[in-house]
């Protein structure tokens, strides 16, 4: 079955530590993108990648990075530098940029901060 | 930039009607899309409208969009309790093709 996959579904993280949710799709689409959720807010923009090796910053990188190296694959790094990571992270992926084109999302990683 | 605004919170009865409101402000808007999220999920695609649309209507669901007050609802008939979840309006930003999301409207069904 085709799909969106996110690992782990729940992240510990110590302050000070990076690390990396990880986003991997079989649905051969071009683009893929991450948004953060807090409780009472909408998903807002992480980053997001037209094609593989490229990428943009959305509204909110600060203290994220992101790679593109595989048309599958859009991992997701939260560094030390972001202040507030507590959050459910989603990733999702549409066919490419045409306006008209569905996004599918995968079913989020839960990442707290101890 | 794009904004979408929501109601945070509808609380109906079981067998009930819902709507669910949506405004948003990128008149260049071409598709509106309506997510579910239940708890501790990713969303779910329900239903999505053209622009050049007023009412689109999938089983249960009503679409209506007023273009010239950007004006987005939602109706969902004779709502059950599997209906209970956050349902989110998005549009398609014409620049970066990321959707641009609301804060989501908490449905709550009652028996």
């Known amino acids: 079955d085709g799909g969106i996959t996110q690992s782990p579904k729940y992240l510990f993280r110590k302050e000070g530590q990076n690390v990396t949710l990880s986003c991997e799709q079989n649905?051969?689409?071009?683009?893929m993108y991450w948004y953060r959720q807090d409780p009472g807010q909408g998903l807002r923009l992480i980053y997001y990648s037209q094609i593989v090796n490229d990428f943009q910053k959305g509204d909110i990188a600060e203290g994220y990075s992101v790679s593109r190296e595989k048309k599958e694959s859009f991992p997701l790094t939260v560094t030390s530098a972001q202040k507030n990571p507590t959050a459910f992270y989603l990733c999702?992926?549409?066919?490419?940029?045409?306006?008209?084109?569905?996004?599918?999302f995968g079913q989020g990683t839960r990442l707290t901060v101890v | 930039g794009e904004d979408v605004e929501q109601s945070l919170f509808l609380s109906v009865r079981e067998g009930d009607s819902s709507v669910i409101n949506c405004t948003y402000t990128?008149?260049?808007?071409?598709?509106l899309y309506w997510y579910k999220q239940e708890p501790g999920a990713g969303l779910q695609l329900l239903t999505y409208?053209?622009?050049?649309?007023d009412m689109k209507q999938d089983q249960r669901l009503t679409v209506l969009l007023n273009k010239k007050d950007k004006h987005l609802s939602l109706r969902i008939a004779d709502t059950q309790t599997g209906d209970s979840a956050i349902y989110f309006c998005a549009e398609r930003d014409t620049g970066r093709r990321a959707l641009t999301f609301g804060s989501g409207t908490r449905l709550q069904v009652q028996p």
């Open positions: 999702a992926s549409s066919m490419g940029q045409a306006v008209d084109t569905e996004a599918f």
């Open positions: 990128d008149s260049s808007s071409t598709y």
């Open positions: 409208i053209f622009s050049n649309m």
């Open positions: 649905l051969n689409h071009d683009a």
